[in-house]
């Protein structure tokens, strides 16, 4: 959605002006799947990025975070890494990470958590590791400000939820 609606376009023109050669993977639905991060993981062998920035609401900050952790350790055990909390070796020896909300909601920007599902067994990874915590978070007021006034609602409830979470917590 957010590449075919134009949103990636003013990053893309900011590196293109820059002399900064880049891709982008776009192919993140929500609910991302292991094999949609395989996807993207892939593509990120292919070109070797020393930076990482994923631009999305939660659905995509969580597939670039798993891409992140297999373009960097290509070794990854999922299953290993959802029984353990702190168990992913050093992040950021070949990328940069950052992470650029869309909406408000997820705080994944900032948390050191990211949730894959495997489509062929239908397991939910939850990951957890300070490891994942994005090495940069750009938070553009713009980027909610043109959203539908749907997903900025539904957006809104989540922060609360999470808010209310963390109290009773």
């Given at each position: 959605f957010l590449y075919k609606n134009g949103y990636v376009a003013p990053i893309e023109q900011k590196l293109d002006e820059l002399g900064i050669q880049h891709t982008c993977f776009f192919e993140v639905a929500p609910d991302p799947t292991l094999q949609c991060a395989e996807k993207g993981v892939d593509q990120m062998r292919a070109f070797e990025p020393d930076t990482i920035i994923a631009l999305g609401g939660g659905s995509a900050m969580d597939a670039a975070k798993i891409m992140w952790v297999m373009y960097?350790?290509?070794?990854a055990d999922f299953e290993d890494?959802?029984?353990?909390f702190m168990d992913i070796p050093k992040m950021g020896e070949k990328a940069y990470f950052v992470a650029?909300?869309?909406?408000?909601?997820?705080?994944?920007e900032v948390t050191p958590f990211a949730i894959i599902t495997d489509a062929e067994t239908g397991v939910k990874w939850p990951i957890a590791d300070y490891e994942l915590l994005p090495n940069m978070a750009i938070v553009d007021v713009d980027n909610m400000m043109t959203q539908p006034k749907g997903l900025t609602s539904a957006s809104g409830i989540d922060v609360m939820t999470h808010a209310i979470e963390a109290y009773v917590s």
């Open positions: 960097e350790h290509p070794e890494m959802a029984m353990d650029i909300p869309t909406s408000s909601g997820t705080g994944s």
